[in-house]
Every structure is written in C-alpha cells, then in structure tokens.
C-alpha cells in the first residue's frame, strides 16, 4: 500500500512512475483483459468489474506520472518529461477504449446468421410433412412436394435402411421433385399406398411404387400438363416433360389407353376415376403389399 501511495504523491522517480508502474503495468493489464475476451462470451459484473479496475489504475498511474513529472520541472525546469506523459496517455487512453469496446463485444454472442439457403429449405419445407414410422418401415409423406422434397426423402431412406411402404396424401407440387421423390421409390422397391388423396404430381411417386394400393374412399386425381409461367420458362417443352411421365406410367404397367384419358383432360380439370378402372388399366396393384 505504501508503494502504491508512494506513486500517487509523485513521490518515485520518472523512470519507475513512466516505465515501471506506467508502461509495464498497461502491458500486464492488456494481457489479462485480452486473455478475457479470448474466452467469451464474458459475464457482464466480470466485463463491469473489469472495466472499473482498469480504469481506477489507468487514474492512479497518470496521476502518479504527472505529479513526478511536476516534482521534475520545478528541479529541472524540463518540460520534455510532461510533453512525453501527455503523448503517452493519449496512447494509453485509445488502447484502453479499444479493450473496452473489446469487453463490450464479448459480453454476448451475437446471432449466428442463417445462410439463405437453410431459410429458403425450411420455408419450403413448411409445405409439407415428411415422417418416419416408429418401427422405420413406413414413410409418410403428406402436403405440397415443394423444392428440397427429394434431398429430405434421400436422407431417410439413408437413416432407415429398413423402410419399404411410402403413404402418400398430397394435391401435388413441384413435377421435378416428384419425378425425384419416383426414381428414389424405384431404385429402392418400394410400396405406395394412398389413403385420402393423391393428385396431380403426387402420382408420379405413386405409380413408382413396387405394388400400389387405395384404401377404399381415397382419390387419385389426374390432368394433363401446363407450365404457368412458360414466358420465364421457354427452354421448358411441355410436351417433353409430359411424354417423359407418359413413359414412366408404361413402364409401370399403365395402359395406353388409360394414359390418353389422362393427358387429354385440361390441367385445370382433375380426373378421379373409380378403384375399378384404376385396376383395370394397372395403375393400382394390390399384390403382395
């Protein structure tokens, strides 16, 4: 305490009150309080308390300077001690303001930024519901197949490798992820089977299935194709895509006859047709489900 005191009248030499108890100390004080913001988030009474300590020695330690710079001029009568404290303090007072600011920082820890890419997904995930049995062989999938629809059904079957049935209720989506949602089904062997409704897009995962069921009252709804926004889409044939699903309901069995009633209907008109044609023509199979 005497030291301490001893410094604070201006009563050590210039070198010791500058050197000693001024730059070395400063030097002592920024390790710590960098060491503390190393290690945040920083509790605010520690960032407080650690902000009032330094600044209580920041005063002890120019007070002291000054009053031996003082002491100083009037034997001397240099003024080169007191020009050199002034320019010191200038340097300390910024080193200090910036490891507050520093303290300040690291008493929290600011909100991770969501990349634009998991805000689209989960948005468009919001459309849909996509969960596994409890028993991991049924996959039910129930709402809009909107983007990221195939990539969440790729990392299920991946977590479950005993998953054979998908239980499909859905007014359809988006027709490329549908057709990935389909070739994972057929790459997999897996059932389909619908309980309410499955239209429009939903079909394509539907007739993928290895057998393919309706409980009695459910729909299965077919139109045939039109791209809405063909004016931002031109590189889009319409044609194409339908021929392509054309292809996949007789490569499944689907009758050809069957398949020109479905593509000749309007896209805004939905074709429910009864249990009994939907088995005639092959598009639901029962076998072994």
């Known amino acids: 305490m005497a030291y301490v005191l001893s410094h604070w009248r201006g009563e050590q030499s210039l070198l010791r009150s500058f050197w000693l108890n001024g730059v070395a100390l400063r030097l002592v004080i920024y390790a710590i309080v960098a060491m503390l913001i190393r290690d945040h988030p920083v509790a605010i009474p520690l960032a407080l308390g650690a902000v009032g300590t330094d600044l209580a020695v920041l005063i002890w330690q120019c007070t002291g300077y000054f009053r031996a710079a003082e002491r100083n001029l009037r034997g001397l009568g240099s003024m080169l001690p007191l020009w050199g404290g002034m320019f010191a303090l200038i340097v300390a007072v910024f080193v200090v303001l910036s490891q507050w600011w520093g303290l300040a920082l690291a008493t929290h820890v600011p909100p991770t930024e969501i990349p634009y890419s998991v805000q689209r997904d989960k948005l468009h995930a919001s459309n849909y519901d996509m969960r596994i049995s409890e028993d991991g062989t049924v996959l039910t999938l129930r709402g809009v197949i909107a ?21 499909l209720t859905s007014n359809g989506g988006n027709i490329f992820e549908a057709r990935g949602i389909a070739k994972l089904i057929l790459a997999r062997d897996l059932n389909t089977f619908v309980d309410q409704d499955c239209s429009s897009a939903c079909t394509l995962p539907f007739i993928a299935g290895k057998t393919r069921r309706v409980a009695p009252g459910a729909q299965l709804g077919f139109h045939g194709y039109l791209l809405t926004n063909a004016s931002q889409l031109p590189h889009i044939d319409v044609a194409a895509e339908q021929e392509k699903d054309r292809d996949l309901f007789r490569a499944r069995g689907v009758s050809d006859g069957f398949l020109d009633a479905m593509f000749q209907r309007s896209h805004n008109e939905i074709w429910t047709p009864d249990l009994a044609v939907l088995r005639a023509a092959g598009v639901v199979n029962t076998d072994g489900f």
């Open 147 to 167: 983007l990221g629809a195939t990539k969440r059904f790729m990392a299920l079957l991946a977590k479950h490798p005993d998953l054979r049935h998908v239980h």
